[in-house]
């Protein structure tokens, strides 16, 4: 472990994190309909989720998925389901004055257990694992769940911020109404090259 090693680390987790996908594109959507400071829950449970994901995988899961490949379908089944109703929803969200009082962004626990179901999140974990924790050892695979505890936060913050940089402009009904369509759709899309469906 050096530091050339530490460095290349952190940037897989935070480009991982940072790039566009389900986590980033909802933090968006919750940033311009719900504001930051209200989106910090949904933040900590991403960042959260994807930590004990990260060890999770590392420790036992990725050998599962080996052993068993047909899970791997079933998780792609699960997760395009639950994509394709997270989608649904912010497409239909109500206008802010129209919103009833249980409207809300995710809490802690359902960002942290909707990486479960996000392709995304599951292709970073099992390729952090595979590039920077090949023996799966212990130490090697904390150090990777650190990696992401690390940078996940501040990687992902800058999605719900431009969602609130883009508020103001969306206090108009049908502008949000097209921008929570577009959003849907590009959460819609990002399942594209994640779960390989061109090929």
Same mark, same amino acid.
């Given at each position: ?69 047909? #899970?791997?379908? !079933? ?12 989608? %649904?929803? +912010?497409?239909? *969200? &109500? ?66 911020? #431009?969602?609130? !940089? ?12 097209? %921008?929570? +369509?577009?959003? *849907? &759709? ?14």
């Amino acid at each position: 472990m050096n530091l050339a090693f530490l460095t290349a680390l952190l940037g897989f987790a935070f480009v991982a994190t940072a790039t566009p996908g389900p986590n980033n594109l909802m933090l968006m959507a919750s940033g311009a309909n719900f504001g930051f400071r209200r989106t910090l829950t949904h933040m900590l449970g991403i960042a959260g989720g994807v930590t004990v994901m990260a060890l999770l995988v590392g420790v036992g899961l990725m050998a599962l998925f080996d052993a068993v490949p047909a #899970l791997n379908l !079933v998780l792609k089944v699960a997760s395009v389901g639950y994509l394709l109703w997270l989608a %649904f929803k +912010i497409a239909t *969200a &109500a206008p802010v004055e129209e919103r009833d009082a249980d409207s809300r962004p995710m809490t802690f626990l359902q960002a942290a257990m909707f990486q479960w179901v996000n392709p995304k999140a599951w292709a970073m974990c099992l390729s952090a694992i595979t590039l920077y924790a090949p023996d799966r050892s212990l130490l090697s695979v904390a150090i990777v769940a650190g990696a992401f505890a690390l940078v996940c936060f501040p990687a992902i913050s800058v999605w719900a911020w #431009l969602g609130t !940089v883009v508020r103001k402009w969306l206090s108009n009904a049908t502008r949000l109404r097209v %921008f929570n +369509i577009t959003m *849907a &759709a590009l959460l819609v899309a990002s399942l594209y090259p994640v779960l390989g469906l061109g090929t």
